[in-house]
T-cell receptor
Framework: AQSVTQPDIHITVSEGASLELRCNYS??????LFWYVQSPGQGLQLLLK??????LVQGIKGFEAEFKRSQSSFNLRKPSVHWSDAAEYFC???????????FGAGTRLFVKA | DTEVTQTPKHLVMGMTNKKSLKCEQH?????MYWYKQKAKKPPELMFV???????INESVPSRFSPECPNSSLLNLHLHALQPEDSALYLC?????????????????FGSGTRLTVV
């Protein structure tokens, strides 16, 4: 079955520290890959996406993600976290030729001073 | 305009009421979506419209009735809801390509309608 796994329910990092959020997917072929962020009470915002080509993709707000085919992973990174990055982060996939976006369960990021 | 606008932002309704949620986008996106999100959960797909036609209904109860009057507007009509239907309802839109196969290239979400059924 197609699935997206975010193994960390929540992560706490200190402001200024680096961040990595993990995402693994299970698909027959490489799907389109996305990361979204959701602040409390808000809709989701697209951070970045991978379709093909360069496996390191840059997104908004200083985020980047690396696609690793051999590990079926698409981990999100940021070199220095700001307090405003505290939010819920969702990894998501879309099967090529499909409409449906499959979301992971989400990782809640807490940032401490 | 790069936004999806949802109204109202908050809605409280009784189980016998009829209400509608509205969604509007002017980005030229031809795919529009309704999602339901419960607290601390990812969004769950309800409906997909492609070129103003209902493309996907994820076995949603008939008390939820979607409508796409034109390429910019998406409505969700609510009738006889249950308290367990209380949630954040999110509208989204995306570009869509035909021909080689449909797909979406990432959603633009609205900020949602917080619905409480009493």
């Amino acid at each position: 079955a197609q699935s997206v796994t975010q193994p960390d329910i929540h992560i706490t990092v200190s402001e200024g520290a680096s961040l990595e959020l993990r995402c693994n997917y299970s698909y027959g072929a490489t799907p389109y890959l996305f990361w979204y962020v959701q602040s409390p009470g808000q809709g989701l915002q697209l951070l970045l996406k991978y379709f093909s080509g360069d496996t390191l993709v840059q997104g908004i707000k200083g985020f980047e993600a690396e696609f690793k085919r051999s590990q079926s992973s698409f981990n999100l990174r940021k070199p220095s976290v700001h307090w405003s990055d505290a939010a819920e982060y969702f990894c998501a996939v879309v099967k090529l030729g499909g409409f449906k976006t499959i979301f992971g369960a989400g990782t809640r990021l807490f940032v401490k001073a | 305009d790069t936004e999806v606008t949802q109204t109202p932002k908050h809605l409280v309704m009784g189980m016998t009421n009829k209400k509608s949620l509205k969604c509007e986008q002017h980005m030229g996106h031809r795919a529009m979506y309704w999602y339901k999100q419960k607290a601390k959960k990812p969004p769950e797909l309800m409906f997909v419209y492609s070129y103003e036609k209902l493309s996907i209904n994820e076995s949603v109860p008939s008390r939820f009735s979607p409508e796409c009057p034109n390429s910019s507007l998406l409505n969700l009509h609510l009738h006889a809801l249950q308290p367990e239907d209380s949630a954040l309802y999110l509208c989204a839109s995306s570009q869509e390509t035909r021909g080689r196969g449909r797909s979406n290239y990432g959603y633009t979400f609205g900020s949602g309608t917080r619905l409480t059924v009493v």
